[in-house]
T-cell receptor, first 114, second 112 residues
Framework: NAGVTQTPKFRVLKTGQSMTLLCAQD?????MYWYRQDPGMGLRLIHY???????AKGEVPDGYNVSRLKKQNFLLGLESAAPSQTSVYFC?????????????FGPGTRLTVL | GQNIDQPTEMTATEGAIVQINCTYQ??????LFWYQQHAGEAPTFLSY????GLEEKGRFSSFLSRSKGYSYLLLKELQMKDSASYLC?????????????FGGGTRVLVKP
């Protein structure tokens, strides 16, 4: 099993350009998440999904859109990139239910917006 | 909402013990997680506490006091490979989608 994979690993954009980050998981997890990680600020939740066809806003959703057309995939879109969106983006997934259900993280995408 | 505090950085010597504290304020609580993150890599799960007390896993232990809003991660017999950031995360009660709120992370540097 590959677990959680992310594409691409690195990307450089110019201000105003758009792009889509792809996250895929092969663990049949219901829940998926997109985070950004900036120095000294930990992980902040951008958007999340509780199942195929559903999405919801997290802590810092402005400037991002998401879609979950298939259970195994969660896409994060930047319509018009800004330098403030320079960050490391992590996707994660988690099985259904509370209790001892940790989130599994992908390797991250390092995005620079010039 | 949640507010989670942990020290920014700690330094310790190989073979020693280090304790990383995490305090939180939350309107409801349903579990606290610790993750390890090496530089340039993804976070990986270390431990989970939902009831008061100590959970031990080899060289790593995690403690929780719900009444005090306090947890710590104890790393024993430190090894060089333990140099990493350690993230404390809280899951609120009935959080939709098992959402977690993360602290800023504690960077631990292990010296020879």
């Amino acid at each position: 099993n590959a677990g959680v994979t992310q594409t691409p690993k690195f990307r450089v954009l110019k201000t105003g350009q758009s792009m889509t980050l792809l996250c895929a998981q092969d663990m049949n997890h219901e829940y998926m998440y997109w985070y950004r990680q900036d120095p000294g600020m930990g992980l902040r939740l951008i958007h999340y999904s509780v199942g195929e066809g559903t999405t919801a806003k997290g802590e810092v959703p402005d400037g991002y859109n998401v879609s979950r057309l298939k259970k195994q995939n969660f896409l994060l879109g930047l319509e018009s990139a800004a330098p403030s969106q320079t960050s490391v983006y992590f996707c994660a997934s988690s099985p259904l239910g509370q209790g001892y259900n940790e989130q599994f993280f992908g390797p991250g995408t390092r995005l620079t917006v010039l | 909402g949640q507010n989670i505090d942990q020290p920014t950085e700690m330094t310790a010597t190989e073979g020693a013990i280090v304790q990383i504290n995490c305090t939180y304020q939350t309107s409801g609580f349903n579990g606290l997680f610790w993750y390890q993150q090496h530089a340039g890599e993804a976070p990986t799960f270390l431990s989970y506490n939902v009831l008061d007390g100590l959970e031990e896993k080899g060289r790593f232990s995690s403690f929780l006091s719900r009444s005090k809003g306090y947890s710590y991660l104890l790393l024993k017999e430190l090894q060089m490979k333990d140099s990493a950031s350690y993230l404390c995360a809280v899951r609120p009660y009935k959080a939709a989608g098992n959402k977690l709120t993360f602290g800023g992370g504690t960077r631990v540097l292990v010296k020879p």
